[in-house]
């Protein structure tokens, strides 16, 4: 397959991987995970991350209070931790690799061997990276979905809700796999100058004036 623009593409696939590498450090650290509306105090909304559970009020703002103990969390919430600074790490890594296999740099322009490997590297980090952001956000949208449609807790108990998180952790994994995609994508491809183009229609011009000329009664 010959793509004449595969640097844009290459520039696309590492912009997607940057955006989706932000957000999944944005979702590590923001406590909107859970949301839980009180229908006693509706002026207060508590909010649940890996890291500290909040409480949002009207008038005084919001107060924030880390977890004492790694070990005194749900399960989902401690490998959702580790799952998620693993993500932000092959993402980082990902965007060191495959920013030194862009075409565009003129560092190793001789060794496209070495820049294609760095490429495809840098592609399956991202996608280890979208896959390891996605599957602690589901993880933890399954378990409230489960504990909201619970049967054994009586109805006057208050049910955790999906916070915003959730949603910024699905797009950051979208973000990267399509990324890692974009690049590997173009892993495949033989770059066409655009000079080679000019002068392959111009010879298709020179063939059609020849042949109209021999057709000349």
Not at 85 to 104: A, E, K, R, T, V
Not at 121 to 141: H, R, Y
Not at 194 to 204: C, D, K, L, R
Request: net charge negative.
């Amino acid at each position: 397959m010959a793509l004449v623009y595969r640097p844009t593409m290459q520039l696309s696939g590492i912009l997607c991987s940057l955006l989706g590498w932000v957000l999944s450090c944005l979702t590590t650290y923001l406590p909107q995970w859970k949301n839980l509306n009180l229908e006693l105090n509706e002026l207060e909304i508590w909010t649940m991350g890996l890291w500290q559970a909040c409480v949002v009020q009207e008038e005084g703002g919001m107060q924030c209070k880390d977890f004492d103990s790694f070990l005194a969390l749900p399960p989902e919430l401690r490998i959702s931790r580790i799952l998620m600074f693993f993500s932000n790490g092959s993402g980082l890594l990902g965007l060191l690799l495959s920013g030194f296999g862009l075409d565009c740099l003129k560092i190793g322009e001789r060794q496209q061997e070495q820049k294609k490997r760095l490429l495809l590297f840098g592609g399956m980090l991202f996608w280890i990276s979208g896959i390891t952001a996605v599957v602690p956000v589901s993880w933890v949208a399954h378990s409230t979905v489960q504990e909201f449609w619970d049967e054994n807790i009586p109805d006057i108990v208050p049910r955790w809700d999906f916070g915003e998180a959730l949603f910024v952790g699905w797009l950051s994994g979208f973000c990267l796999i399509l990324g890692g995609s974009l690049l590997n994508c173009t892993i495949c491809s033989t770059e066409v100058h655009p000079s080679s183009i000019h002068y392959a229609v111009a010879e298709q011009q020179d063939r059609c004036q020849h042949l109209e000329t021999e057709t000349r009664p």
